[in-house]
């Protein structure tokens, strides 16, 4: 297990984009697939967006598909979810996970991944 620092949430308008950004090691970066999920209060953890190590590859959830876009950034060793058109039901706390592994078959299961950030809470509300 790694550190991840999670970074961009807070509170916006129906309609807003949000940036959310997650420092992984950079002793580990080039071989982790990063993903970020979301749990909503009284529902359980859901997986959002993931990109893999190895080309380029990246998995979305059907509710954020055309509306979030996920990247990586090797010269800062970070992975961020660019959130646009943001709606009330994206609200939630927002987790970033790494699952490092020379496999390059992107992982899109949460117990997949062993290292967690602690979250960062996005609002979306008029």
């Known amino acids: 297990q790694v550190q991840l620092v999670e970074s961009g949430g807070g509170s916006v308008q129906p309609g807003d984009s949000l940036t959310l950004s997650c420092a992984v090691p950079?002793?580990?970066?080039?071989?982790?697939?990063v993903g970020w999920f979301r749990q909503a209060p009284g529902k359980e953890r859901e997986i959002v967006a993931v990109a893999s190590w190895y080309g380029g590859a990246t998995y979305y959830a059907n509710s954020v598909k055309d509306r979030f876009t996920i990247s990586r950034d090797d010269a800062k060793n970070t992975a961020d979810l660019q959130m646009n058109s943001l709606k009330p039901d994206d609200t939630a706390i927002y987790y970033c996970?790494?699952?490092?592994?020379?496999?390059?078959?992107?992982?899109?299961?949460?117990?997949?991944?062993?290292?967690w950030g602690q979250g960062t809470q996005v609002t979306v509300s008029s």
């Open positions: 950079a002793q580990t970066f080039s071989r982790s697939h």
């Open positions: 996970a790494a699952r490092y592994s020379f496999n390059a078959v992107l992982p899109d299961r949460e117990e997949l991944f062993e290292s």
